[in-house]
């Protein structure tokens, strides 16, 4: 939690406004208790009745100024931990955007969405009324506790008598629950990821009639949920009650004690009423102990959790003193790129010198690498041996920004917004013009399907783009990375949902347009990749051939056994395709 309070200190005047007025507040609460002693002894017991005006004015004052410093209190905390919540969560989330791919391989989205939501949510809870609702009783007890030994010190040593011990069972207290909520905040984490996993492939799921299996399955971790939720209230069960009996021990003790001083004279009634308003504002603090010390512990545990993802260093950041570069041209080389993840190579040896405007094309069976070359380009993952290069730089010299906006990439798992198409492809360049966005839909084809749409361009899509096949958010794709205009263009099996027509179409389109742009395909049919400059046949992460069209089918190898197959039907001679 001393992290947090860096964040509560920045917005200091949230903190003493309501820390001010929860003081003056409790100054005069400790006139409530003197102005019921005082009722008793002078205006019930001697009869003073011209001090009872006095008495009621003071009840009164009391009651008025605590509500305005009641209202001030709770209306300030709550702000400041609204402005504290409102930070972490950016924060938290501006980190997350700067974290590499590989973090992302290995953290589920249902735990990045429980730190997030429920987590910065316990905390924003512990500011707005844990933490305030602490130090107010902190205060009523060192107060309270002050004016008791000036009443009477034998009275005030028997209350005290207990304290101790309702502290001790405190302290153990919030240690058995910290411990539970770490577990239920684990296991929430995962129930979260089952739950959001099943919604998004819930057509998955009933495709494969495998609704009763991940029924049973999601039971399986709500019934854990559900048992450590059970074992934090038995804690909770266990303790509470004790402080409970023990607060309400030292009344009795007080009451019956004080009655037998009453008796023998040694003080007035209206002191025993006054002395026991007074105990009352040290059991109330001892008796909230353990609730405060749930919502604290739970602030605690959330607070690890969130600046555990906080700690972690981007392992992809940029240079202390990056290259300036005015423009890039589009010259993109691997000089003996070899790339390992997990301690085993993925990548050996790779040399590529793709000049400004060629074109590369990359083939090779699944899980060859072909993938993890063009997330090296831009720096997605660092290279472990070698350098790659744009314009002669060597990209760990320059900064991300300058790489990445000069880069437009379709993904191989096309992902699109719950927005309009229109939204989507403007996502590749916000300030483009309508006349640019239309001009790049027509040439990914998108003009076709969205033609036959009742909102054409303003038509909402689902999640991930459900409500499209996957050739048209595939084509959306393509628009969005056309749209952007970048100097370097990376369509990764982009086609593959496209049938051969629309596919001859796009590419074509693609060429024509962006004569001045390097462009790197990964592709598994011929028709996608024939045109290329230089065609890479990759295989266990190596350049195993490397050509042009005509070149690879003279060599007979490979590449021209992948055209033979996809090609059988049409009854091509080999001399007429060389």
């Known amino acids: 939690m001393k992290r947090v309070f860096r964040y509560i200190w920045k917005y200091k005047l949230f903190l ?7 003081l003056l507040g409790v100054v005069l609460d400790m006139l409530n208790p003197y102005i019921a002693g ?6 019930i017991l001697k009869k003073q009745l011209n001090i009872l005006w006095m008495v009621l004015a003071g009840v009164g004052g009391v009651s008025a100024g605590r509500m305005v410093l009641g209202y001030v209190k709770e209306y300030m905390y709550d702000i400041l931990s609204s402005k504290v919540a409102v930070d972490l969560r950016k924060d938290l989330f501006d980190h997350i955007q700067e974290l590499p791919f590989k973090f992302f391989d290995n953290m589920s989205t249902g735990e990045l969405m429980s730190r997030m939501t429920g987590d910065i949510d316990n905390i924003w809870r512990s500011i707005s009324f844990g933490i305030g609702l602490f130090v107010e009783n902190a205060i009523y007890f060192i107060t309270a506790g002050a004016i008791l030994f000036t009443l009477n010190v034998k009275l005030t040593l028997i209350s005290l008598f207990t304290m101790p011990l309702i502290a001790y069972i ?3 207290l919030e240690k058995r629950v910290d411990e539970a909520y770490q577990k239920l905040s684990d296991q929430g984490v995962i129930l979260n990821t089952t739950a959001e996993e099943n919604i998004a492939g819930v057509r998955l799921v009933k495709a494969f009639g495998r609704e009763k299996h991940e029924i049973c399955k999601f039971l399986r971790h709500n019934k854990k949920n559900a048992d450590l939720s059970i074992e934090q209230a038995r804690i909770w069960g266990t303790y509470h009650p004790m402080i409970e009996f023990l607060g309400n021990f030292t009344v009795i003790a007080v009451v019956s004690i004080g009655g037998l001083l009453v008796i023998n004279e040694n003080i007035s009634i209206g002191t025993l009423v006054a002395f026991n308003g007074y105990i009352w504002m040290l059991i109330w603090p001892m008796r909230n102990l353990g609730f405060l010390t749930n919502v604290i512990a739970q602030a605690s545990a959330s607070s690890k959790k969130i600046f555990k993802i906080m700690d972690v260093e981007p392992a992809i950041k940029d240079p202390e003193k990056p290259v300036h570069v005015d423009s890039i041209k589009g010259d993109v080389a691997f000089e003996n790129v070899s790339f390992k993840y997990n301690d085993s190579y993925v990548l050996k040896n790779i040399d590529i010198n793709a000049k400004k405007g060629s074109t590369i094309a990359i ?3 699944t899980g060859s690498g072909k993938s993890s070359i063009i997330n090296l380009i831009g720096r997605y993952y660092d290279v472990t041996e070698g350098r790659i290069t744009i314009d002669g730089f060597d990209v760990r010299d320059m900064q991300l920004k300058t790489i990445r906006e000069n880069m437009a990439v379709v993904m191989q798992d096309t992902f699109l917004f719950s927005d309009t198409i229109n939204e989507n492809i403007r996502f590749g360049c916000e300030n483009a013009s309508d006349e640019d966005v239309l001009e790049a839909a027509r040439d990914a084809s998108v003009d076709k399907f969205v033609s036959e749409m009742e909102d054409g361009y ?9 409500g499209l096949s996957g050739g048209q958010k595939q084509r959306v794709s393509i628009a969005r990375a056309l749209l952007k205009n970048a100097r370097i263009l990376i369509l990764d099996d982009a086609t593959s949902a496209l049938d051969m027509e629309t596919e001859y179409e796009v590419l074509k389109a693609i060429k024509r347009r962006r004569r001045d742009c390097t462009t790197f395909i990964i592709a598994h049919r011929i028709s996608a990749v024939k ?6 046949i990759i295989d266990n992460g190596q350049i195993v051939k490397r050509g042009s069209h005509k070149e690879l089918l003279k060599k007979q190898g490979r590449y021209y056994q992948i055209f033979s197959e996809q090609f059988k039907d049409i009854g091509f001679d080999n001399e007429e395709v060389i």
Do not use: N, S, Y
């Open 458 to 466: 303003e038509t909402i899509i689902g999640e991930r783009g459900v």
């Open 363 to 365: 083939m090779g069976a």
């Open 170 to 172: 405190a302290f153990k």
């Open 16 to 22: 003493i406004i309501p820390f001010c007025a929860m």
């Open 531 to 536: 045109d290329a400059d230089e065609i890479l």
């Open 38 to 43: 005082t009722f008793v002894d002078k205006v």
